[in-house]
């Protein structure tokens, strides 16, 4: 027995507070990019091109965000009947396999730099400034990102701000390895590339594991099962409950369960308690609808 179906979608707010913060990191990682590139093409620093490279493929992530933003905020429709919202869990898997792309790709260029260290050159100090400016570009944007991703409780905004720490992350590597170049060690400049493209191969496998799983139906977290458990126990006329599923639908869960009533109510009085047990359970969780079964005891 199930109350009738009002699948929750993306509220206005919360798509506008991803639009934003997304093209606000649109604009960062495209000044970042033409200047890193600009200036380690110029400086002959492997390090600073990889790091350009980096934020290159943010650009492309950003991309990924506006597109699902745009498309898991569309209610169910008849090719959808449970609404959009996986858009967000196949764009954050987009966002790994990018992300492990571009870091092996670091690492073949970082392999072959190394085979002939006696042509590694001396990177101009330019390189050094630049990587740090991006460091602090990336590590503010990251702050801001996770801010808003926070608030709206999305994680595909949680996985692009991570994105952007990953690249404050490389970036400080990248200063570092540009200094100790400066400093007399040539080979410090691709072995920072070597790095970063590491850092950049561990978030990408993360993100992709992550998305992949909730793309094949993983369960709720323990402690997201236990609330909902909690909320439907406590509704006045339920006497208990069994086979209770849930399932990832982009940042909501979708849940089934089977609740247990005095098998001497009418149809009416059962369906009005299942009602309230959604209200509940749908009242302060993140949940996207519930599907009841009245059994009776």
Request: charged content about 20%; hydrophobic content about 50%; aromatic content about 6%.
């Amino acid at each position: 027995m199930s109350p009738p179906p009002a699948l929750r979608v993306e509220t206005p707010d919360r798509q506008a507070a991803a639009r934003r913060s997304t093209w606000v990191s649109v604009w960062v990682n495209l000044l970042l990019t033409g200047v890193q590139m600009a200036v380690g093409l110029f400086a002959q620093s492997q390090a600073l091109v990889a790091d350009a490279i980096h934020s290159l493929s943010d650009l492309v992530s950003d991309g990924l965000v506006l597109f699902a933003n745009k498309h898991s905020a569309k209610g169910p429709d008849a090719d959808h009947p449970y609404g959009h919202l996986r858009f967000e869990t196949a764009a954050t898997l987009g966002i790994g396999v990018l992300l492990g792309a571009v870091g092996l790709g670091m690492l073949w260029g970082s392999f072959q730099r190394l085979q002939a260290p006696e042509l590694i050159p001396v990177v101009h100090p330019a390189a050094f400034y630049v990587a740090l400016l991006a460091l602090l570009s990336k590590e503010l944007l990251f702050r801001y990102l996770l801010r808003v991703a926070r608030r709206v409780r999305s994680t595909l905004l949680v996985a692009n701000a991570w994105h952007a720490r990953s690249d404050a992350a490389s970036s400080l590597v990248v200063a570092m390895g540009v200094g100790a170049n400066l400093a007399g060690l040539p080979l410090a400049d691709p072995l920072a590339a070597l790095v970063v493209g590491l850092m950049i191969v561990r978030m990408g496998w993360k993100f992709s594991w992550q998305a992949f799983n909730d793309l094949v139906d993983r369960a709720a977290d323990a402690d997201t099962e236990r609330a909902i458990r909690e909320r439907i126990l406590g509704t006045p006329g339920v006497r208990g409950i069994h086979d209770l599923r849930t399932r990832k639908m982009g940042d909501m869960v979708w849940v089934e369960v089977d609740i247990e009533m005095d098998g001497r109510l009418t149809i009416e009085a059962g369906h009005a308690i299942a009602v309230e047990a959604r209200r509940r359970v749908m009242e302060d969780l993140p949940v996207l609808d519930v599907m009841t079964h009245f059994d009776p005891v």
